[in-house]
Nanobody
Framework: VQLVESWGGLVQAGGSLSVSCVAS????????MAWFRQAPGKEREFVAV????????FVADSVKGRFTISKDNTKNTVTLQMNNLKPEDAAVYYC???????????????????WGQGTKVTVSS
């Protein structure tokens, strides 16, 4: 399984940015796909997920109403659309996946088996 994130970038506070992750070596429809992020000196935290069952989506409270996750099964791609970015959103964003994760684990990094190399998002104030 290989997960490759697109380049993040630098954006001003209030701006928008989209990051994508292309998965290979998987039957994409059978995998939960998630985004986590890690800021310097902080633990990796859950951002958003598309479940493998029914394609349900969940986002962290800290980004609700601003971030949207979507999955394109024809392109093996999951995209995180980030709007109204804040300086506290700056982090390295990681795409993660699992075929066997339980619904109760979707927000927990311990439930994921695969992750990408990460992409850096910088938000200037």
């Amino acid at each position: 399984v290989q997960l490759v994130e697109s380049w993040g970038g630098l954006v001003q506070a209030g701006g928008s940015l989209s990051v994508s992750c292309v998965a290979s070596g998987v039957t994409f429809t059978r995998y939960a796909m998630a985004w986590f992020r890690q800021a310097p000196g902080k633990e990796r935290e859950f951002v958003a997920v598309v479940s493998q069952r029914h394609g349900s989506t969940f986002v962290a409270d800290s980004v609700k109403g601003r971030f949207t996750i979507s999955k394109d099964n024809t392109k093996n791609t999951v995209t995180l659309q980030m709007n109204n970015l804040k300086p506290e959103d700056a982090a390295v964003y990681y795409c993660e996946s699992s075929r066997t994760i339980l619904s109760s684990q979707l927000r927990s990094q311990s439930g994921y088996n695969y992750w990408g190399q990460g992409t850096k998002v910088t938000v200037s104030s």
